[in-house]
């Protein structure tokens, strides 16, 4: 059967042929964000990309969305897509990026090297005090997708003690050394050196990291986010940092996001702040990563075979 594929992914002539293989009997077109129309996205029967949400509203023909982002944003919202149409995400393709990005800015607070960064820039020759070691520390992991697995096992690697939550599924990785739900979340922050999250937004995990939250948390720990700004009040965590309760914060993603320029967060010098570029395709691996989940989700879909990363609506991932 014949359909219309939109893909809206930079490719090239060599990535063209690779999905054409694979849908020989379908039409193609190619486009991005700023060169895609309304009339494209109605018309196609399958999008590989993320479209505008405001123009896939009510697509007529879409069966099934591949989104080349491992969050699903708008795209779950009640009336974007209708019902029956398929969403995958790119689950899979980012976490090997995120995680040693994750571990590269926590290794930048405990061996103090934004401090010695920030003395570099003022060419002052100055001891900045002890430093940490992630070995023998505790490991807590919110969100055991890929991102926050691959974390745990690096963690692991280094000698850390794991402890991870995720929302469903009781079997305990091997790189774990207890597997939680997230109902013991409060229980288990005053244990953790490193609280890492790397968790969708749902309604579950809006602001899980609040006042409350932060002030059971280790005076001297540190807290990394990788998923979604909201799941951290970010005023309440600009308190502790400035009122030394936590060693630091190193933040992707934020709330608001762009951060705005005159937040006080940019200030803080224990804050390490990045524009949402841990993922992307700064490391070409997880732009091929990434089309490999792409090829093999639209030969199942055209056979009639299982996807990967099927979405689910009422859970939100």
């Known amino acids: 059967m014949s359909r219309n594929i939109l893909v809206l992914m930079h490719v090239d002539e060599e990535t063209k042929r690779m999905f054409e293989d694979k849908a020989p009997s379908c039409s193609f077109t190619y486009a991005d964000n700023r060169t895609v129309t309304e009339e494209m996205i109605q018309q196609a029967n399958i999008i590989i990309g993320n479209p505008p949400v405001n123009m896939v509203k009510g697509s007529p023909n879409l069966e099934w969305l591949q989104l080349n982002s491992a969050g699903v944003g708008e795209y779950i919202n009640e009336g974007v897509l209708r019902e029956g149409v398929i969403l995958t995400n790119a689950s899979g393709a980012y976490g090997l990026a995120i995680s040693e990005h994750m571990l590269g800015v926590l290794l930048q607070l405990y061996k103090n090297l934004h401090l010695y960064r920030d003395n570099q820039n003022e060419s002052k020759w100055q001891y900045m005090g002890q430093v940490k070691s992630i070995y023998n520390s505790t490991a807590l992991i919110v969100g ?174």
Request: glycine share 8%; with cysteine.
């Open 144 to 317: 055991l997708g890929d991102i926050g697995g691959e974390f745990a096992k690096r963690m692991k690697a280094l000698g850390a003690y794991t402890i991870g939550i995720r929302r469903t599924n009781p079997n305990k990785p091997e790189y774990l050394d207890e597997l939680h739900y997230m109902d013991q979340l409060e229980n288990l922050l005053p244990r953790a050196d490193i609280v890492a999250l790397s968790l969708p937004s749902t309604p579950m995990t809006y602001r899980i990291i609040n006042r409350h939250t932060l002030a059971l948390m280790k005076k001297d720990a540190v807290l990394i986010n990788v998923g979604r700004g909201n799941a951290i009040d970010t005023e309440a965590l600009c308190d502790a940092l400035e009122n030394g309760h936590l060693l630091g914060a190193a933040l992707d993603v934020t709330d608001p996001e762009p951060l705005p320029a005159d937040h006080r967060l940019w200030k803080i010098k224990n804050a390490i702040i990045t524009p949402h570029v841990s993922g992307g395709y700064s490391l070409p691996e997880t732009k091929n990563r990434l089309l490999k989940i792409c090829l093999y989700n639209l030969e199942a879909f055209l056979t009639g075979g299982q996807l990967k990363n099927v979405v689910s609506f009422s859970a939100g991932y």
